[in-house]
């Protein structure tokens, strides 16, 4: 369609070249880098990854990692889930907002020792954020972006795969912990996580002149498993309801919008940020929910920059923040970020690309 200008604000993640290498054929910028999102077979890419194994170049999730004394304050100071039980080597998934109580970031928290945080982000810049907390609050802790670009293994094949190259001990490795190891000289942390829900794991690779080594290492020890490569999948990850931060989100969203309020403590202590406002949200009631909105039609349809309108009886009730051809359900399926008042099971009607589509809401995940 068009091409990339490549520039030094535009950083190329270490599996850049593997990935050329191996066809991919597009892109989308997230956290000011490019992260493929096609391989040219999007069909056969979604099946390797419900059936087979996958592998995906996804050094756009940035660490953002907090060290010295005060690290384990500043983490909760950020994060509105308690982490008080967290232990060292277990990863959680976190609400990161703003005073408001607005969502600004869904990361994957890493505990590495009681002085080590690594924040393992979605698309918004949590180190500025992280750097003026930790200033304003007189914290001694340093915030940086370390050298590490992690690269997912997904599906249900995937843990054989790893295994086959870490060895057993992998297997054990309990839901979103990790272990910091190596293989063949090459420094990596591995955790059991990733954005699928087919299973998988995630290697952080903590040395960025290693990443066509380590693409090329992972590929060829995936051979018998008939392993290839593809990214993030966007069908896959809306059958699943994965919310994708940014996507799913607006300047106005707050977690218990978005399914996050399992993630939120609202007894944690006054001084993480949001949790006051979020206090006063949840006492009032969220006024919009994250649904499903199953759509009629058997043709695949795409869904462009923008959010659509969602109606009932002709008033606008909410927006379609995703759109994706299921082809397990073969229709069109995406997320409703609507008013509370419209409840699974409404039709709905939604304008796209100047047509009015009917649908249905639906729970989440849809499968
Ligand atoms: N892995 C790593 N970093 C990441 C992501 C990742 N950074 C960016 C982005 N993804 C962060 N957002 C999410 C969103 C959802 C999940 C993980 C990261 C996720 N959610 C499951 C769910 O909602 O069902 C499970 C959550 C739970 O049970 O705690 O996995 O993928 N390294």
């Keep these: 369609m068009f091409g990339i200008t490549p520039s030094a604000r535009l950083r190329p993640s270490p599996y850049f070249e593997a ?25 056969e890419e979604y099946w390797r990854l419900l059936k087979g194994v996958s592998m995906w170049d996804v050094a756009v999730e940035r660490q953002v990692q907090l060290a010295g ?24 998934y976190v609400a990161i907002c703003n005073h408001a109580g607005t969502l600004i970031n869904d990361p994957i928290l890493l505990k590495h020792d009681p002085n080590k945080y690594w924040l393992s982000i979605a698309d918004s810049n949590i180190w500025f954020w992280a750097r003026a907390i930790a ?28 295994a086959s190259i870490f060895g057993d001990w992998i297997r054990t490795l309990k839901y979103f912990w990790f272990r910091e190891t190596s293989i063949a000289g090459i420094p990596v942390a591995v955790a059991r996580s990733g954005w699928s829900k087919q299973g998988g794991f995630e ?9 066509t080594r ?57 001084d993480v940020i949001g949790i006051k406002a979020l206090r006063r949200i949840h006492a009032q009631g969220p006024t919009r929910h994250q649904l499903g909105v199953l759509l009629e039609g ?70």
Aim: aromatic share 8%; hydrophobic share 35%.
């Design 298 to 367: 058997d043709e695949p349809t795409s869904f462009g920059f923008r959010w659509h309108p969602i109606r009932v009886d002709g008033s606008k009730v909410g927006d379609l923040t995703n759109c994706a051809w299921s082809y397990r359900l073969k229709k069109n399926i995406g997320f409703a970020l609507i008013s509370t008042r419209c409840a699974a099971g409404t039709p709905v009607e939604v304008s796209m690309e100047g047509r009015s589509v009917r649908g249905t809401l639906k729970e989440l995940p849809f499968l």
């Design 214 to 270: 380590l693409w090329n290492l992972v590929k060829e020890a995936g051979k018998p498993w008939d392993i290839g490569p593809g990214n993030p999948n966007f069908c896959e990850r809306v059958e699943s309801g994965l919310l994708s931060y940014g996507g799913d989100t607006d300047e106005a969203t707050n977690p218990f919008e978005v399914r996050m309020g399992k993630y939120v403590d609202l007894n944690v202590a006054d």
């Design 135 to 162: 200033a304003e609050r007189g914290l001694d802790v340093e915030v940086s972006e370390p050298d590490v670009s992690p690269l997912a293994l997904q599906g249900p094949k995937a843990e054989d795969v790893v």
């Design 203 to 211: 290697i952080y690779l903590m040395d960025g002149a290693q990443g």
């Design 19 to 43: 990935t050329l290498a191996d066809g991919v054929t597009a892109f989308t910028t997230y956290n000011h880098m490019l992260m493929p999102t096609s391989f040219g077979h999007p069909e």
């Design 69 to 92: 004394p005060d690290a384990g304050r500043l983490a909760q100071i950020l994060c509105t889930r308690d982490l008080s039980q967290c232990k060292v080597g277990q990863g959680k």
